[in-house]
């Protein structure tokens, strides 16, 4: 028996459980491209099965290779609908203590924002007040952002597009050292546990798909 199908019928519990505002999506990471097995309340985001993997959950399951990640809870989500999600994600292993499945929870949370919005307009008026100063820390960690897209191709263009914005240079003219730069940080991202990444990425740098096989091969054996 897979080890996931106890948790599909948690994922309709939860989703009545917790209401008609929250999203509840149940992730097989052993097919990243349609890994949506079970989802409750897939209005809020616009996914339905066969889903894909987000950009955020592919960077968790890279970064899992060398630390352990039990969950990771309050975080921001996007919508394809362009509502904002309060997200939290539980990570499913095997006995082998692999990682196979992921249990998301995504709280609408736009009405509550608007509400806050059209508050602070009628209330405040204008009204400015001083921002309070950030508390600094060594921790302070960025903070955490994940989009809700429907299929795996917009993930792939939005990963790659985001690393982009770093650089001024159309992609095309970009140098081979800025190249490999990209190529690592998309790798550290999951881009290319996703089907069709690194055609994708070989697409926008206008170079073959072995080219960037070479890219990995190098950056991988340093």
């Known amino acids: 028996m897979n080890v996931l199908d106890s948790y599909i019928p948690l994922v309709e519990f939860l ?11 149940l992730h097989d990471v052993t097919k990243p491209e349609q ?3 079970a989802i409750a309340n897939g209005h809020l985001s616009g996914r339905r099965l066969g889903g894909s ?4 959950t592919l960077g968790l399951l890279q970064q899992a290779k060398k630390k352990p990640i039990q969950y990771v809870t309050n975080y921001q989500g996007k919508g394809s609908t362009g509502h904002t999600f309060r997200s939290s994600s539980y990570f499913i292993k095997d006995d082998a203590g692999t990682i196979v499945g992921v249990l998301c929870l995504n709280y609408d949370i736009q009405p509550y924002l ?3 919005h059209m508050l602070d307009a009628e209330i405040l008026k204008g009204l400015v007040l001083a921002n309070k100063p950030a508390a600094h820390s060594e921790n302070t960690q960025e903070p955490i952002f994940e989009n809700l897209y429907k299929t795996a191709e917009d993930t792939i263009h939005s990963m790659i597009s985001k690393r982009l914005q770093t650089y ?4 095309k003219r970009l140098s081979v050292e800025e190249r490999m730069k990209i190529t690592q940080e998309l790798d550290e ?5 996703l089907k069709g990444g690194i055609s994708a990425l070989a697409a926008v740098l206008d170079v073959s798909e072995p080219t960037i096989y070479r890219y990995l091969s190098r ?3 340093e």
Not at 53 to 56: A, E, H, S
Not at 168 to 171: I, R, T
Not at 189 to 193: R, V
Request: proline share 3%.
């Open 53 to 56: 993997l987000t950009d955020f």
């Open 219 to 221: 950056i991988r054996k």
């Open 168 to 171: 001024p240079a159309e992609a």
């Open 15 to 25: 989703g009545n459980a917790l209401g008609e505002h929250c999203e509840v999506v």
């Open 189 to 193: 991202d999951g881009l290319f546990l």
């Open 35 to 37: 890994s949506i097995v």
């Open 114 to 116: 608007e509400a806050r």
